[in-house]
């Protein structure tokens, strides 16, 4: 399965910077919907954000899904990668 990783940064209240990969099935190209999965993931975390649009969430490339990814992406339609700042 091929998918698609959008580079996610978002500010949090505290002023430190958040980033995060979505992941999601290459076919996806709804922007709505990919932010809604990134507005679900910050409010599982207690993060608050009025916006999440291509700024701060934009389509970074494609590659094959690794088997970590895979059975999120199966059940909810997406994996969240965090990087930076995202367990503080």
């Given at each position: 399965?091929?998918?698609?990783?959008?580079?996610?940064?978002?500010?949090?209240?505290?002023?430190?910077?958040m980033h995060f990969?979505?992941?999601?099935?290459?076919?996806?190209?709804?922007?709505?919907?990919?932010?809604?999965?990134?507005?679900?993931?910050?409010?599982?975390?207690?993060?608050?954000?009025?916006?999440?649009?291509?700024?701060?969430?934009?389509?970074?490339?494609?590659?094959?899904?690794?088997?970590e990814w895979e059975?999120?992406?199966?059940?909810?339609?997406?994996?969240?990668?965090?990087?930076?700042?995202?367990?503080?």
């Amino acid at each position: 399965m091929k998918v698609a990783v959008w580079d996610t940064y978002v500010t949090k209240q505290d002023g430190g910077v958040m980033h995060f990969d979505i992941i999601v099935p290459a076919e996806l190209k709804d922007e709505q919907t990919i932010f809604g999965y990134g507005f679900k993931y910050l409010s599982n975390k207690n993060v608050t954000t009025r916006t999440l649009t291509s700024k701060e969430c934009e389509f970074c490339h494609i590659e094959l899904v690794k088997p970590e990814w895979e059975k999120d992406i199966k059940e909810q339609g997406y994996f969240i990668y965090e990087m930076e700042n995202c367990n503080d």
